[in-house]
């Protein structure tokens, strides 16, 4: 075959394979300028100003453009078991705007991150609530320094052109995808533009029987005996919450409570569960003790509100009228200085300085 022949047979593949190339780069380009166009993190500096909503399920994608905003003056920071409580209903009564910030198995490392974000854009917050839980009384390996999801490291703290080096993804098409059909009204919100949603189902759908199958599933706490000076011995997240309490003003109230999880998980007295409880409200107590600023609020004991099963729908989640019992009794604590509910014990009192 000579050199002329073997040319005009490459002749073709060569033309193809440039307009395969062609194609692709023209498709890639389209979808990434799409993907920056709707920006669906609201997170890159030169998107238009679309009104745009939270659309993402991993909540850690949608709170750094949420905490961003002017419209919000004070902040809810922890677990599933803070998601419930309700910006519409806690605020007003403060006279405050709560973003609520509170994730689905947010270790204490990513309420940290979560903090700092809001108080870039919020030096002077008037309140901050913290809630306290397993995340803080009992720590994973590694989630004092690190996400335990997915986590965008980008959207928190950095230059917001680097956003555009992480636009690139079929996660970043999907979710810009799913932007795109709300802002075309093909799609409901399924999300809340203050960071609350109701995670549990309607209160209409208890079912105690189904209830009752659950707690039978769940693991039980750790009820062997305690070893000595358990109890005495707060959990190594404390430094981190002294940490996210001095970073704010004087003038910020902050609040630091346990959310009611089932007395199920509480454990007898002298066992393992029942000194990791005793432990963390040791710990906090000591974190907590000489602030001015600081009210500490425990619903996490045993009452008759954390020993009737028929407040939860698992041993970790209560219901929403407790939620709701929760909100009236932190806005008593705040407005009056006490509360009057067998349900919660004042740990600490905010006191001039």
Not at 25 to 32: E, Q
Request: proline content about 12%.
């Amino acid at each position: 075959m000579t050199p002329a022949t073997r040319a005009g047979q490459a002749g073709p593949w060569r033309r193809f394979a440039l307009l395969a190339l062609l194609a692709i780069g023209v498709t890639g380009g389209g979808l990434y300028l799409f993907i920056v166009t709707v920006d669906p993190w609201n997170i890159l500096p030169f998107s238009p100003p679309l009104a745009r909503i939270p659309i993402t399920s991993n909540a850690r994608y949608t709170m750094p453009a949420l905490a961003r905003e002017a419209r919000f003056d004070s902040v809810i920071i922890g677990t599933s078991t803070s998601r419930l409580m309700q910006p519409a209903v806690l605020g007003p009564p403060l006279g405050a705007h709560f973003l609520n910030m509170a994730m689905n198995s947010a270790s204490p490392w990513e309420q940290s991150r979560e903090l700092d974000t809001f108080l870039r854009a919020h030096p002077a917050p008037r309140i901050v609530l913290i809630g306290i839980d397993a995340a803080w009384c009992h720590p994973r390996p590694g989630s004092l320094s690190s996400p335990n999801r997915p986590w965008p490291e980008w959207m928190y703290g950095h230059p917001a052109w680097k956003g555009y080096l992480h636009m690139a993804s079929l996660y970043a098409l999907q979710e810009a995808a799913n932007e795109f059909w709300w802002l075309a009204g093909r799609k409901a919100q399924r999300f809340g533009s203050d960071g609350y949603t109701s995670f549990v189902p309607p209160d209409s759908q208890y079912d105690p029987a189904r209830v009752q199958a659950v707690f039978s599933r769940w693991a039980p706490p750790d009820n062997t005996p305690a070893p000595p000076g358990m109890a005495r011995t707060p959990p190594s997240g404390m430094d981190l919450l002294a940490d996210m309490l001095a970073r704010m003003p004087a003038t910020t109230l902050r609040v630091v409570w346990f959310p009611p999880a089932s007395s199920f998980l509480h454990g007898p007295p002298g066992s393992v569960a029942d000194a990791r409880l005793k432990a963390c409200r040791l710990g906090v107590s000591q974190v907590t003790q000489t602030r001015h600023d600081t009210l500490v609020l425990d619903f996490n004991h045993n009452t008759t509100l954390t020993g009737n099963r028929d407040n939860f729908w698992d041993p970790l989640h209560y219901r929403q009228p407790v939620a709701r019992r929760i909100m009236a009794d932190i806005t008593a604590a705040i407005v009056t200085g006490d509360v009057d509910d067998p349900a919660v014990e004042m740990l600490h009192a905010p006191t001039p300085p």
